[in-house]
């Protein structure tokens, strides 16, 4: 056995330089596409995406839950959070948020201390969308707009001025969204350049699936990175960065008493994950018509995107993806050429969810895409049963297995108080070794016009806990599902 062992690492360790410098060298490849982008800092030099993090806890549960448990961060901040979201609407997790800054201004000013506290967010309403500006400045809001906007607290409630200066919370609001479809989707918080939450929620009402990962490490300051290169842009923040050998990488393991099946909390190598930070800028035409009329153009040479059509290239055993909708082409082309090659994939997605905005971005919808990769891979499982040909010698296609989400019954229900009715978590498991989380979706308004941010780990203990995790919070909350491929007695030879 001790002798299997250094060829198995040796293989693991050349797999993830392949899948890395491929990568590296299609995004390279694309550069001179992208020299409009904003943001586009890390053109000329790839290198600076590739990090290390250290996991803390990854969450399961409903937007509402998942910003329950990054309140406390909040509260306990020293000196800047950052909150960065898509869609902003009054809610209990706007509460949440508006509560505990009341309780650090209460803190900040018992401690004589300022605290930065900065909101962006690219939605509110269809109107607020129609009437902003496309500039990439943005708009920022003034102190009077905060509790009735926003049902934020207002500057008082905040702030304090003392014979040294102010002392409390200074907030700033701001939002960016470019017409007409370009929303900008990233979520995080980060806390004290320190530590940062990513979930998949809104700061919204949706009762949706979500799931959130606490990072800390490296990382954090690719985050900070991307804020200020985007969101502070002209008004940049005060540089507070503090070396990687200052940076608190100790494993934050949030609030306690959570209800432990809702919570996986990492306990193995928690501060060494390679890592590959992943923003995708947004774009304003695409070249947009129906997908169900022509053939798509293609994506958008995002780093984001190249990751995902990367790794999906040089899949080798299974691909296991949860996306909200699955209407991008260039997604769906590359998980069926996984397929041809003999690469098991299994998708978790939802039905009739934001179906107005999927006609509008994609002209079609997630039904209708299911439906044509599960043809397109039963034509391939009937070609491959009938051509027998040993010299031609066809690779076996792989299983393809489809679950909608449904809302749990209540004998079904796992330790959820409220039961989400539609599944938003995004994430995608290869080969059960690279695991990527962020905002990104399988639609094509993630990969063609949105903004999006997401964080690759290579790491087989972290894909397969994660992916465990969510597995056991479906439980009751997927229909049987639709199966093309072999029989799992068939599918254990191959």
Request: net charge positive.
């Given at each position: 056995m001790s002798n299997s062992e250094p060829a198995m690492v040796s293989d693991s360790s050349i797999r993830v330089k392949t899948v890395i410098d491929a990568f590296f060298e299609n995004l390279q490849?694309?550069?001179?596409?992208?020299?409009?982008?904003?943001?586009?800092?890390?053109?000329?030099?790839?290198?600076?995406?590739?990090?290390t993090a250290s996991i803390g806890n990854f969450t399961i549960g409903t937007g509402e839950h998942i910003i329950k448990n990054v309140v406390p961060a909040i509260r306990s901040a020293e000196y800047e959070v950052l909150i960065i979201t898509c869609f902003w609407a009054k809610s209990a997790s706007q509460k949440l948020i508006s509560d505990s800054l009341r309780s650090l201004?209460?803190?900040?000013?018992?401690?004589?201390?300022?605290v930065h506290v900065t909101i962006c967010f690219s939605s509110r309403s269809l109107w607020q969308k129609l009437a902003h500006t496309?500039?990439?400045?943005?708009?920022?809001?003034?102190?009077?707009?905060?509790?009735?906007?926003?049902?934020?607290?207002?500057?008082?409630?905040?702030?304090?001025?003392?014979?040294?200066?102010?002392?409390g919370v200074s907030l700033s609001v701001k939002s960016i969204f470019v017409k007409p479809f370009s929303v900008m989707h990233p979520k995080f918080i980060v806390i004290d350049q320190k530590q940062v939450f990513l979930p998949s929620c809104n700061i919204s009402w949706e009762n949706w699936f979500e799931g959130c990962i606490e990072l800390g490490g490296d990382v954090v300051a690719n985050f900070v990175e991307f804020y200020q290169a985007f969101w502070a842009q002209s008004d940049r923040v005060k540089d507070t960065t503090r070396s990687s050998s200052d940076r608190d990488t100790s494993n934050h393991t949030g609030p306690t008493g959570l209800t432990p099946d809702l919570i996986y909390r990492r306990g193995i190598n928690a501060h060494s994950v390679p890592a590959i930070f992943l923003p995708s800028p947004h774009h304003v035409n695409p070249h947009f018509h129906p997908t169900c009329l022509l053939s798509a153009p293609s994506a958008p040479s995002t780093p984001l995107n190249i990751f995902l059509l990367t790794i999906f290239e040089h899949a080798r055993c299974s691909i296991y993806i949860e996306t909200p909708n699955l209407t991008s082409p260039p997604a769906?082309?590359?998980?069926?050429?996984?397929?041809?090659?003999g690469v098991n994939v299994e998708i978790i997605t939802s039905s009739r969810m934001m179906v107005f905005e999927q006609l509008l971005t994609a002209g079609t919808v997630t039904?209708?895409?299911?439906?044509?990769?599960?043809?397109?891979?039963?034509?391939l499982m009937r070609r491959y049963a009938i051509d027998q040909d040993p010299e031609i010698a066809l690779p076996r296609p792989g299983s393809l297995v489809i679950h909608y989400y449904k809302p749990a019954d209540g004998s079904d229900r796992v330790h959820m108080e409220i039961e989400p009715v539609k599944s938003h978590l995004k994430i995608a498991i290869v080969d059960e070794h690279i695991t990527v989380l962020g905002s990104g979706n399988m639609d094509r308004a993630s990969w063609y016009t949105s903004?999006?941010?997401g964080v690759a780990f290579f790491s087989d203990d972290l894909a397969k806990a994660a992916?465990?995790?969510?597995?056991?919070?479906?439980?009751?909350?997927?229909?049987?599902?639709?199966?093309?491929?072999?029989?799992?007695?068939?599918?254990?030879?191959?």
């Open positions: 490849r694309s550069s001179d596409q992208a020299a409009n982008d904003n943001p586009d800092y890390w053109i000329n030099n790839p290198q600076t995406l590739l990090t201004a209460n803190r900040a000013r018992a401690e004589k201390r300022l496309s500039s990439l400045h943005g708009e920022s809001y003034p102190s009077s707009k905060w509790p009735a906007t926003f049902g934020l607290p207002s500057f008082e409630q905040l702030v304090e001025r003392v014979e040294t200066g102010l002392i769906l082309d590359a998980l069926y050429n996984c397929l041809k090659r039904e209708l895409c299911v439906q044509s990769l599960m043809k397109r891979h039963k034509e903004q999006e941010l992916q465990a995790r969510v597995t056991k919070a479906l439980i009751g909350r997927l229909n049987e599902g639709t199966m093309s491929g072999w029989k799992k007695s068939e599918g254990s030879q191959q």
